[in-house]
């Protein structure tokens, strides 16, 4: 009897102290590490088109504190056929291997990709990109023409320059050919197998006005293809000769007897002709630009021993709904094919993110969650700032720009700053650069590998945008549009802000999404392998009847559905963390404050950064944990365990400033 009472205390003893291990959760020693040393993997890359990299990697991580480069042979007249430059490039990228440097590859000559600097065309021009146009005096109001004037290939801050047809198979086939296999020609698999990602920039649809440049901006862009002045400005559609085929194929219907739809009317059935058209469109779009470099650059790593690039690089206008129908279709459809999808950010204003600017962050962002996915690209600089007049931003400013970013989901940065400009601007300098690629690096050693938290769905509405769009010749914007389309995007742009001004994150999803969702029965609504409790929908919006049977049944099982059309005003931030039932958020509610929660290792992690001119005090509810360690990405400073008190923690923040808290 007493050794069976001995055995009996010993193992109440070591149950007790299994369990007190569960509940004393220690910060891992490996996260401590490489939050003191960001590596290379967590830092940003520096773009250096046509650098002559040799010997610089000391310069790039010692001084700079660069993780690496995206880089490419030099533009110009030689581009992709000077040996010499081909050479020099190999000898760049073999240098930054070397020394432990990353390596992207931007695949074009300047912007838009597809065009590999001319090539694309100069070898067969009837890849050129092709529009439909109407012209209501005509004849033949219907005209099949190259697309070129009053588009963005003739309207960019690079080159005026004819574009190729991304809705065509061989026009990416060839681009590839030229581009990509070249890189891989040239590098030869062993060094090809160290290069990271393809960066594709702005590829289009292409056939939409979004206005002209400033005529102080125009006078720098370089003319390749002068432009026809004389060429009458229509409302035009993006085309492809077997299109009338291809729309035949995948709804059984003829095209060309109902092809005034395109251009106008406001009948049912006109809309429904819209929205197959354009969801064709993306289709094709992602289908033949962005999954064939997709595909082609898997099917690369697979005969490499599954090493060599991702796909990756951004679309067009990610902040301007309305632009997405002619620019891509459906953005987040073709962004699908992408394995690092990206934004690029011209400006280093950190509040932008209040207004449309979070858009840019969460299309891609999303486009990620939908696909398994966790790395998301930026292009950054102050573009907005120095183009405008305005000096380089400082350090605190670049670091809150790239914060705010982090906090919704992005992770890797490809830079467009200036790193040093002497005596002219003496804030911005070598150490200033250091300074701010260990303030990313250091988020990204605890972020990176952790999963965004995101427990509600906000609808993305193409399908009413596809449905309502009308072709103008005039410079295209939500304001040329209905009077339905101005209230869908409105009210999106808002419940986009009004959700992250009140903390609560989301992930963008369409009707495609929607209407594959599977219901459970505990009050979710999943995903793919994510459960949801709450979905909000914008005002105005008509669900196909797909989803409208899914978001019954979603009712049903007690997942919160909120339509704003339930209420006179969009729903403000706080009322709208209250219908989606959130549960951790600021109090007081901090508009300013770009807010992300991710879990890692069973720990969960909050990132706060705050974005406007007046300082934040309040507390965070957590839902778990008994303590927490505060981490200052800016000084690389981590707080002592502080003990949670009323499930809350108290946060401090300065403008421009960010903090992290790992609650244990």
């Given at each position: ?15 007790g ?42 310069y ?10 995206v880089?490419n ?18 000898d ?13 590859i ?5 912007y838009?990709?597809l ?43 690079y ?48 056939a ?18 002068p ?33 005034a ?139 809150a ?100 001004k009140a903390?609560?994150?989301f ?40 989803v ?35 549960e ?35 507390k ?44 244990l």
């Amino acid at each position: 009897m007493l050794i069976q009472f001995r055995l009996s205390v010993a193992v109440i003893l070591l149950l007790g102290l299994i369990t007190s291990c569960k509940d004393s959760a220690v910060l891992p020693q490996s996260w401590r590490s490489a939050w003191e040393s960001p590596s290379v993997s967590y830092r940003p890359l520096q773009i250096v088109h046509g650098a002559d990299i040799r010997n610089k990697a000391s310069y790039y991580k010692d001084t700079c504190g660069l993780g690496g480069v995206v880089c490419n042979v030099p533009f110009g007249e030689n581009y992709l056929k000077s040996e010499s430059e081909w050479k020099t490039f190999v000898d760049g990228v073999e240098d930054m291997r070397k020394n432990g440097l990353r390596v992207w590859i931007y695949d074009e000559d300047g912007y838009p990709s597809l065009g590999a600097g001319g090539h694309v065309l100069e070898d067969d021009p009837s890849l050129e990109a092709l529009e439909m146009v109407y012209d209501k005096d005509s004849k033949t109001p219907f005209v099949v023409r190259p697309c070129y004037e009053y588009a963005h290939a003739s309207n960019n801050f690079y080159m005026a320059r004819r574009y190729p047809n991304p809705l065509n198979p061989m026009a990416t086939q060839k681009f590839i050919e030229l581009t990509h296999q070249a890189y891989y020609d040239h590098l030869g698999p062993e060094l090809y197998r160290q290069v990271e990602a393809f960066f594709t920039d702005e590829p289009s649809m292409m056939a939409v006005n979004l206005g002209e440049l400033r005529e102080d901006v125009r006078k720098n862009v370089k003319v390749i293809d002068p432009i026809d002045t004389k060429k009458k400005n229509l409302p035009m559609v993006s085309w492809v000769n077997d299109l009338p085929e291809k729309y035949k194929t995948r709804y059984g219907e003829e095209l060309m007897p109902v092809v005034a739809s395109l251009f106008s009317g406001a009948d049912e059935k006109d809309k429904v002709v819209r929205q197959k058209f354009w969801t064709l469109l993306a289709e094709l779009n992602r289908d033949y630009y962005y999954e064939a470099i997709q595909s082609w650059c898997k099917s690369t790593r697979e005969k490499n021993d599954g090493h060599g690039p991702l796909a990756s690089g951004h679309g067009l206008r990610e902040e301007n709904p309305s632009n997405h129908v002619s620019l891509d279709g459906n953005k987040l459809l073709v962004s699908s094919g992408f394995d690092i999808p990206g934004l690029d950010q011209l400006s280093s204003d950190p509040s932008i993110w209040e207004d449309s600017s979070w858009m840019a962050a969460f299309f891609p962002g999303s486009s990620a969650t939908l696909n398994g996915q966790r790395r998301v690209m930026c292009e950054m600089s102050d573009f907005d700032q120095t183009i405008n007049g305005k000096s380089p931003v400082d350090v605190q400013h670049m670091q809150a720009s790239a914060a705010w970013q982090m906090a919704f989901g992005v992770t890797d940065f490809t830079l467009y700053y200036t790193i040093a400009y002497g005596d002219k601007y003496p804030n911005r300098n070598e150490s200033a650069y250091r300074e701010y690629c260990n303030f990313v690096g250091r988020i990204n050693s605890i972020l990176m590998d952790a999963s965004p938290v995101r427990k509600t769905l906000l609808y993305y509405p193409i399908y009413d945008l596809q449905r309502e769009y009308i072709p103008t010749a005039d410079k295209m914007s939500w304001r040329t549009q209905s009077e339905l389309t101005k209230t869908i995007e409105t009210s999106f742009r808002q419940l986009g802000a009004n959700l992250l001004k009140a903390q609560t994150q989301f992930v963008l999803v369409d009707y495609l999404v929607l209407e594959k969702a599977k219901v459970n029965s505990n009050g979710t609504i999943q995903v793919g392998a994510n459960q949801y409790s709450s979905i909000v929908f914008p005002k105005g919006i008509t669900l196909p009847a797909s989803v409208s049977k899914v978001m019954e049944e979603a009712k049903s099982q007690g997942v919160k559905i909120v339509y704003s059309d339930d209420y006179n005003e969009s729903p403000l931030p706080e009322q709208l963390a209250q219908l989606v039932g959130a549960e951790e958020k600021l109090i007081p509610v901090g508009e300013s404050v770009a807010f992300g929660k991710f879990t890692r290792d069973g720990l969960d992690i909050y990132i706060m950064t705050n974005t406007g001119d007046q300082s934040y005090t309040g507390k965070l509810n957590v839902q778990k944990g008994k303590r927490y360690v505060k981490f200052d990405p800016q000084t690389g400073q981590l707080s002592e365990e502080q003990k949670i008190v009323d499930q809350s923690v108290s946060v401090n923040l300065a403008p421009l400033q960010t903090r992290l808290f790992v609650v244990l």
